[in-house]
């Protein structure tokens, strides 16, 4: 038989099971168990409120602050420039870009820890990265930020310091009273493709 | 689960001596095939020698059969493959001066090394030639940038540019590319030339 | 000169078929191993960056194009994927020929015009080449097959332009070949 024959014999079967068969969109992003133990043993996920009133006082451009509880809650006090997507809403498509981003430092927060850390470990094991957890919460953060406790004359320079970087951090967020309820609109994100890991930059043929 | 380097399975070194025996394997089937010879290369032109249209579009079609049957059993992961850039008007231009380059001198980058390789002269030629276009280029890159970087639409696959599926754009391929084997053989038992 | 007595000289190729398999395989294999596909146009552009550098380097700090190229490559114009792969290229093909019994130096040309007329326009062939290459960021290798393989875009425009101008074009020359 002609070699052509024997090759069309071949290749039009496979390119007719190739149309028939729906596309492979798996994608091995997934931490391992054993990688996501030590991760959440390490604590590498959290933000620590001093880092967060930092980059608030700042005007971090780099910063999203996002509420994980209610919409109630959310509207009764958050924290200034945050956007409320509800863990029980969190897959939603309309969140995937702003959870499936690049750009930005997605900080998590909610009134303890647990329902940030929820919406961490969602978010990671969908493979979307920069993504992180408020330390403490909102709880910790009103302990520590909002109504630092005045360290003694005799504590080292440093406690001192922090103390006096948390009352100026707390009187530029609104002080200990509740922030506006006005709903702040959600930050403009650039509309961003969910992006592979690096590519194979193999330019010029 | 490849690519290999992507996940670090392979060290850069090791890639690298894998690039060189890549490279023989494609030396060898380049040459075997016939495409050290410029006679043959132009053969597709005229339609005494259709070798190049079948070793392409085989070669072409057995790739992207195999890389997206790779893809399926997870083999692979095809969004780290690199793909091709689309610089539309540099890509059309550049294709075409190609086009032309091709027809006159009877090589392309690739063939060339293999003919000089085995001693054709003419091919030695056709290489410092391409040196020389390489140099000219360099010193008209100033002012030829803005058109080289400028039209630039992503990294767009066929399929996606057509709105069908990665399959059915293959088949579509396979399907074409058969016809033009048929064409070619055809094509060849009618224009013969003898081989010198 | 009688024809019965001449044999009519049939040099060994294999099946074009089996060779354009073998290639997709190669292909293949360059993607599984390093994610990228074949080429050989950069192979040229590294070579001649590394010539400039040490026969020039001034300018190749002042031209863009080389500066450029030697930002993106701090290890050395040389320590690159293609140029490995092309060492290969040559390799395998002599390997070829020298089974093949093809090794010989020559001049391919048509009976109907001189060596000299072929070496010329090999000499432009290449100079063409040479910047439609660069230009087209890749050749028929890298662009045009690599591309297909993985069913770019960029892949299939370059290949109906490289081979749509030369089947234009090819009247003109066809006194070289035919």
């Given at each position: ?31 391992s168990p054993e990688d996501l133990l030590e991760y959440v043993n390490s604590g590498m996920q959290y933000f620590s409120p001093d880092e967060v009133a930092h980059m608030l006082v700042n005007k971090d451009p780099s910063l999203v602050l996002i509420d994980v509880r209610s919409e109630d809650e ?132 | ?159 996606q540019a057509l709105g069908f599926k990665d399959g059915v754009v293959v088949l579509g391929i396979i399907v074409v590319a058969l016809g033009m084997f048929w064409v070619g053989e055809w094509a060849e038992k009618k224009f013969p030339r003898e081989e010198y | 000169m009688s024809e019965s007595n ?173």
């Amino acid at each position: 038989m002609k070699p052509r024959i024997y090759l069309a014999l071949i290749i039009v079967p496979l390119g007719l099971i190739l149309a028939a068969v729906p596309a492979n969109t798996t994608h091995p992003y997934k931490l391992s168990p054993e990688d996501l133990l030590e991760y959440v043993n390490s604590g590498m996920q959290y933000f620590s409120p001093d880092e967060v009133a930092h980059m608030l006082v700042n005007k971090d451009p780099s910063l999203v602050l996002i509420d994980v509880r209610s919409e109630d809650e959310y509207d009764k006090f958050h924290l200034p420039g945050a956007i409320n997507i509800p863990l029980a809403s969190m897959l939603e498509e309309q969140w995937k870009d702003y959870l499936n981003q690049d750009l930005r430092y997605n900080v998590f927060y909610s009134n303890g820890t647990v329902n940030s850390n929820q919406a961490w470990m969602l978010t990671r094991q969908l493979g979307y990265e920069n993504n992180y957890v408020l330390q403490g919460g909102l709880n910790f953060w009103v302990e520590t930020i909002m109504n630092p406790t005045e360290p003694s004359s005799t504590s080292p320079v440093e406690e001192i310091a922090k103390y006096d970087f948390r009352k100026g951090a707390s009187q530029a967020l609104g002080g200990g009273s509740v922030v506006e309820s006005s709903k702040q609109p959600a930050p403009d994100l650039p509309k961003i493709a969910p992006r592979p890991k690096k590519k194979r930059v193999e330019g010029g043929c | 689960m490849g690519p290999l380097i992507i996940n670090d399975i392979i060290s850069q070194n090791t890639n690298f001596f894998l690039a060189f025996l890549i490279g023989i394997g494609f030396g060898f089937v380049l040459e075997s095939s016939g495409f050290s010879s410029s006679r043959k290369l132009a053969g597709v032109f005229y339609g005494y020698d259709t070798v190049v249209l079948k070793v392409f579009f085989t070669a072409a079609i057995v790739a992207m059969l195999g890389l997206l049957f790779m893809s399926l059993f997870n083999w692979i992961d095809l969004d780290m493959v690199y793909i091709n850039p689309t610089y539309l008007w540099s890509t059309i231009i550049g294709g075409a001066i190609m086009g032309a380059g091709f027809i006159t001198g009877g090589f392309c980058p690739g063939t060339s090394f293999c003919a000089a390789s085995i001693g054709k002269i003419d091919a030695l030629f056709f290489i410092g030639g391409m040196f020389i276009g390489i140099a000219i280029f360099a010193e008209a890159y100033p002012l030829l940038e803005p058109f080289f970087k400028g039209s630039f639409r992503g990294t767009p696959t066929l399929p996606q540019a057509l709105g069908f599926k990665d399959g059915v754009v293959v088949l579509g391929i396979i399907v074409v590319a058969l016809g033009m084997f048929w064409v070619g053989e055809w094509a060849e038992k009618k224009f013969p030339r003898e081989e010198y | 000169m009688s024809e019965s007595n001449k044999p009519k000289k049939k040099t060994r190729y294999i099946n074009p078929y089996l060779g354009g398999v073998l290639l997709g395989l190669v292909l293949i294999a360059a993607n599984f191993v390093s994610g990228r596909g074949l080429g050989a146009s950069g192979a040229a552009k590294s070579v001649m960056v590394a010539t400039v550098n040490t026969v020039a380097p001034e300018h190749a700090e002042n031209a863009l194009f080389y500066s450029e190229y030697n930002a993106s490559h701090p290890e050395g114009p040389m320590k690159a994927w293609l140029v490995f792969q092309m060492l290969g290229v040559i390799v395998g093909a002599f390997l070829s020929g020298a089974i093949f019994n093809r090794l010989k130096f020559k001049v391919e040309h048509s009976p109907k015009i001189t060596s000299r007329r072929r070496i010329i326009f090999a000499v432009l062939g290449g100079i063409l080449f040479g910047f439609g290459s660069q230009l087209g960021r890749g050749c028929t290798s890298g662009s045009a097959l690599s591309g297909m393989g993985v069913l770019s875009l960029g892949g299939f425009i370059s290949m109906a332009f490289i081979f749509g101008t030369a089947f234009a074009l090819a009247w003109f020359f066809r006194k070289n070949w035919i």
